[in-house]
């Protein structure tokens, strides 16, 4: 995706994902918030620490300490496939074979991302060793999200769910920064290649107008352009040539069959 379409699309997906997907028709003992059922699931994590319960009407509730269902997980997924979709890119930008890339998994992608100098083309963070903690984290959560674990499901606390959304969030932001600083110098390195090849093309053009005019100071009777000028029969002599070899490539070849 482009800059800001999975962004985009992130939010039409995660909107779709509500608190009722989770509520159950049973009260939970502790401090509650009162919420909408139909809130998305991805708005609420930031405050799952706030509260025990998530009190939803109409007899439905929420437990935030088994807030880590099916809903949760997709929804992390998602964001989790865009983020080694970011990394996988930045190494094919590097020069990695996409067929090599194909055989490593996240951990070796993340290591060797980590050895690059390209930490420094993002924002996010100002240090390695804090970029290398929140790779590692999510490199770690990647395993909760894809397995299917039902103790997982109740020992995640939401502190964890808050803390990996906040480190999924900068680190796509941080990838995307370097994606961009390396598109940008491609395609600067792209407009100088032009700019070379355009000063080589102006100088054979300089050149052949310096032939043309040595020709005609040689030949002053003979006129530059018209029916009978240097230009026209030059190229009447070039045709000439590319005539008699095309007839003599022809004449080989049917001497051979």
Known sequence: MYP??????????????????????????????????????????????????????????????????????????IQLSEFESRLFRIHEKMGTDVALLNDKNLKELVVEFLEREVGEWQQEYDTKGKLKEDLKAISVFRNSVMHVNKRLEKTIAPETLIKRKQQLGKLLSALQQILDKMYQDTSEEKNELSEVQMQEMLRSIGSLQESIEVIYTLRPSRRLVGEDSIMTRGWEMVLLMCTRSRRRILIRKGVEK
């Open 4 to 77: 800001g379409e999975f962004e985009k699309f992130f939010s039409r997906v995660s909107n779709q994902f509500t608190l009722d997907l989770l509520a159950r028709e049973r009260q939970f003992e502790g401090k509650s918030l009162h919420r909408n059922p139909e809130t998305p699931i991805w708005d609420t994590i930031d405050i799952l620490d706030t509260c025990e319960v998530v009190d939803l009407g109409g007899g439905k509730y929420v437990q935030t300490a088994s807030f880590f269902k099916r809903p949760v997980r997709i929804l992390f997924f």
